[in-house]
């Protein structure tokens, strides 16, 4: 029998898909499980794998490799897709792509499965990925190709002796990883209807969250986070820590009308508090450590490089230049940032770097002030000579006939 590697959550859709691709394809099954954190699913995957007939079940713990290699990179990028999603499935797909082809070599597989439907963005995001890393594995999407409903799925399961006691659905469709949760479907499908509170499971409301603010020092080496309040710290720690710290001061909530890949829009609720916290801090970093010029052409380069992530296009050569601009850009972003935890939001009330460019002689009013002020009459003339001259020729001569249209003299009227 031919191997096939599956990406397995644990859940209904994809162990529904080991029985279904063992008997109706004829495929000895590896369920593959990555590990990205947050799964609700994880203490039972490897039983109810094996219980639906996998040849095997093997569980790569990613958790580690996602922060340090997508989702900081990512930070440091400043990606955040339509000024509001932080990208938090959108990064953990390439990772996952890459594992599925890297499993199928090593298990001698001749092909690849998901449990992706055929409206959203992850099947793009599988289907491109694993291709452009090896074009002649065969890809296949039960769930996108036969659209098997719940019920279907656990009377299917039934029939061929996989007995597991599914919950009942909840409301919502949920995925999750370290980096942050999405909650959509259900009564979120009205964009007029304020989410109920069982959206939300990592953060607490505004109205619940204390009364008293918490603050934090976030550290950064050349965009890294690397300590919170002085301790060093991996880039999975500090992730942890801050989804729980912000969490329980209610940050992190974002209600956004999203626009998929595949042209349809969508209300998304996500709750990402460390990657809102981290965001604020870093950006307000680089406003210390970057030109003008430098921070206007990375905010452009910034929606390219989070429009590249959420399109699937990770393993492009266009990734590759975008990543070492952004690289370039980070290698004086290093210092500390004290961030205000407090109701629902995450206000950076300080910072400083290593190599500022802040210079408080030249910014202040009092005494200690260095900048000669004489010398801002020469520049005006310098800067502003374009200005008149374009007035004086092409400016003037056209506003003087408009107001000669615009108000006739008294003996035209």
Same mark, same amino acid.
């Given at each position: ?7 397995y ?73 339509? %000024? $509001? =999603? ?6 953990a797909?390439?990772?996952? !792509?890459?594992?599925?082809?890297? +499993?199928?070599? &090593? ?74 949760r ?15 509170? %069982? $959206? =939300? ?10 009364? !008293?603010?918490?603050?934090?020092? +976030?550290?950064? &080496? ?8 002085g ?9 942890e ?10 940050v ?74 952004? !690289?370039?850009?980070?290698?004086? +972003?290093?210092?500390?940032v ?50 008149r ?10 506003l ?14």
């Open positions: 029998m031919p191997k096939l590697v599956l990406a959550s644990g859940g209904l859709d994809t162990t529904t898909a080991i029985k279904w691709l063992s008997i109706e394809k004829g495929y000895e099954v590896i369920a593959l499980n990555i590990d990205v954190g947050m799964s609700r699913e994880q203490p039972v995957v490897e039983s109810r794998g094996m219980a639906a007939g996998a040849l095997k079940v093997r569980v790569i713990d990613a958790r580690e490799d996602f922060i340090r290699y997508f989702a900081f990179p990512a930070l440091a990028a400043g990606a955040v897709y339509q %000024d $509001a =999603y932080p990208l938090a499935t959108a990064l797909r390439p990772l996952m !792509a890459k594992l599925l082809v890297d +499993v199928a070599h &090593e298990e001698g597989a001749t092909a690849v499965a998901h449990g992706c439907t055929g409206k959203g963005n992850d099947q793009v995001r599988f289907d491109i990925g694993i291709k452009t890393l090896d074009p002649g594995l065969e890809i296949i999407a039960p769930t996108r190709e036969y659209a098997m409903a719940r019920d279907y799925q656990i009377e299917y399961l039934s029939q061929h002796g996989v007995d597991i006691p599914w919950a009942a659905k909840g409301p919502y469709s949920i995925d999750e990883n370290l980096w942050g999405s909650c959509e479907a259900g009564v979120l499908e009205d964009p007029w209807q304020e989410p109920p509170p %069982d $959206a =939300y499971e990592w953060t607490r409301s505004a109205e619940d969250a204390p009364s !008293a603010p918490a603050y934090i020092e +976030v550290r950064f &080496e050349q965009g890294m986070p690397v300590a919170i309040d301790e060093g710290l991996s880039p999975l720690e500090i992730t820590r801050l989804n729980t710290l912000a969490g329980l001061h209610g992190g909530r974002i209600d956004h009308i999203e626009d998929r890949l595949v042209g349809i829009k969508s209300r998304e609720i996500y709750e990402s508090p460390a990657a809102v916290t981290l965001l604020a801090a870093h950006k307000a970093l680089e406003s210390m450590t970057l030109t003008k010029q430098q921070l206007r052409l990375k905010r452009d380069i910034s929606r390219e490089y989070a429009e590249l992530i959420y399109n699937g296009l990770w393993f492009s050569a266009h990734h590759q230049d975008i990543v070492a601009y952004m !690289a370039s850009t980070q290698r004086f +972003v290093s210092g500390t004290r961030v205000k935890l407090h109701r629902g939001s995450a206000t950076v009330v300080g910072r400083r770097a290593d190599t500022s460019l802040y210079d408080r002689g030249l910014a202040t009013y009092d005494r200690g002030d260095t900048y000669d002020q004489n010398a801002a009459v020469g520049f005006i003339t310098i800067w502003g000579l374009q200005s001259v374009q007035a004086r020729q092409q400016v003037l001569p056209g003087r006939e408009s107001l000669k249209i615009a108000m006739p003299r008294e003996e035209e009227r």
